[in-house]
C-alpha cells in the first residue's frame, strides 16, 4: 500500500497519534489505536524526522505514514444474501440492508457486509484495508441503508479510494428529517456554518471530530477535526404547519456521520436517530395521530443511500446506480402524507 501522508496545520497542539487520527483522509481506515501502534513500531516520518512516541505533542507539517502490508485476514466467509447492483473482475456495487455492519469492529465481529463479501467474491477482495476491512473504500452506517461499492482488486481499490478523496465520486441520500429547510427562515440563516445556493439548497460546512466526552460519537468544530459539507434540498413538507420533510443529501465529502451530525447542528436532526435526532414529537394536530404514532416509532435513522456513482478506475467507463427508497421508509412517508392530506396544504417554502 502507497504511504500515506498527512499534513498538520499551524496551531494544532493535540498529542500526535489523536491529531493524525482527526486529519487522516477516511478512506484510509487509520484508528487512533492502529495509529499508536504504527508510531511506536517507527512506520511513522514526521517534519522533524522518525517519530516513535505517540503522546509527544505534533509538529507542523507533513507526516508520512508507512502501512506496510495488510495483516492476515482474520474475518470469516458467512452465507449471507446480498443485493447486488453490480459486478465486475474489478468491483463490486452492493445495496446494504439496514442493521448491517459494513466491517468487523468489537461488538460486531461477524455478520457483517464484509463476512458476507467473502464468501461470494472468495479471494478477490482488495486487501488495501486490512484485516478487517478488505475491499472497503468508504462505508455507510449499520443502520443506515443504500449503496456502497467494494473493491476486489489493489488497483481498483486505489482509484476508487482517489474518487473518494478529491471529492468526484457522486452520492445522494434521501433522509426523513425533522423541522423545515426554508430559505426565509431567519434561524438557520444565522447558524454558523450554514448558507443557501441558489435552489434553496442549504450547504452545511464545518469541521468534524470526535466528541470530547463520547467517542462513539461525533461532534462539529470551527477550529479542528476534518473539513466537511454537505448540501441539503427539501423535496416534500409534511404537516399543517410542515414540521415533517422529505430532504435530498449531496456529500461533498465524506466524514463519519456526516449527514446526522450535519443536520442535527442546524436543528433538522433525522427520524429515529438515537444519537443525534434529538427526542422529538411532532404535534398530532400537525399530522394526525398515525403520522405521530409512526414517526415516534421507526427505529433507526431515516437515511438512505440512493446513488452512487463514479468512473470505474481500470475501464474509465462513468457508472451509475440508484436504489428505491426501502419499505420501512416508504411506508413512513406514505403516512405523513396520508396524515398531510387530512389536514390543510402545507405551506411552501419561504411563503409568508
Not at 48 to 73: C, F, H, I, M, Q
Not at 248 to 272: F, K, P, S, Y
Not at 326 to 344: F, V, Y
Amino acid at each position: 500500500m502507497p504511504d500515506i501522508l498527512i499534513h498538520v496545520p499551524e496551531g494544532l497542539s493535540d498529542r500526535l497519534d489523536k491529531a493524525l487520527a482527526s486529519l487522516a483522509p477516511e478512506e484510509a481506515a487509520l484508528s487512533r489505536s492502529r495509529l499508536s501502534k504504527l508510531i511506536a513500531e517507527g512506520a511513522v516520518n514526521g517534519p522533524l524526522g522518525p517519530v516513535t512516541d505517540g503522546k509527544a505533542k505534533s509538529e507542523p507539517g507533513e507526516y508520512r505514514v508507512t502501512v506496510g502490508e495488510p495483516e492476515p485476514l482474520e474475518a470469516q466467509p458467512e452465507a449471507i444474501p446480498l443485493t447486488i447492483a453490480y459486478e465486475d473482475d474489478d468491483l463490486i456495487v452492493v445495496d446494504k440492508p439496514a442493521g448491517m455492519v459494513v466491517h468487523p469492529a468489537p461488538g460486531a465481529p461477524n455478520g457483517t457486509l464484509v463476512n458476507a463479501l467473502l464468501a461470494h467474491c472468495a479471494d478477490s477482495l482488495s486487501g488495501i484495508g486490512g484485516a478487517a476491512r478488505p475491499g472497503i473504500v468508504h462505508r455507510i452506517d449499520k443502520e443506515t441503508s443504500g449503496l456502497l461499492v467494494v473493491a476486489k482488486t489493489d488497483r481498483a481499490h486505489q482509484g476508487l479510494a482517489a474518487q473518494f478523496a478529491d471529492h468526484s465520486a457522486h452520492r445522494r441520500y434521501l433522509a426523513i428529517a425533522h423541522g423545515m429547510i426554508d430559505p426565509a427562515d431567519a434561524r438557520l440563516r444565522g447558524l454558523k456554518g450554514l448558507v443557501f445556493e441558489p435552489g434553496g439548497v442549504l450547504r452545511i460546512t464545518t469541521m468534524l471530530g470526535r466528541h470530547p466526552s463520547d467517542r462513539q460519537r461525533q461532534a462539529v468544530s470551527f477550529d479542528r477535526g476534518r473539513h466537511a459539507v454537505t448540501r441539503a434540498r427539501l423535496l416534500e413538507a409534511f404537516g399543517t404547519p410542515p414540521s415533517v420533510m422529505l430532504v435530498e443529501c449531496r456529500l461533498e465529502t465524506g466524514r463519519t456521520h456526516q449527514i446526522r451530525v450535519h443536520m442535527a447542528h442546524a436543528g433538522l436532526g433525522l427520524v429515529g436517530d438515537p444519537v443525534y435526532g434529538g427526542a422529538r414529537k411532532p404535534s398530532t394536530k400537525a399530522l394526525g395521530a398515525d403520522a405521530v404514532a409512526a414517526l415516534t416509532a421507526f427505529p433507526r435513522q431515516a437515511l438512505h443511500a440512493a446513488e452512487l456513482g463514479f468512473v470505474h478506475p481500470v475501464t474509465g467507463e462513468t457508472l451509475a446506480f440508484s436504489s428505491p427508497l426501502p419499505p420501512d421508509m416508504a411506508a413512513l412517508l406514505d403516512m405523513l402524507r396520508d396524515g398531510t392530506a387530512q389536514g390543510s396544504s402545507p405551506r411552501e417554502p419561504g411563503a409568508s
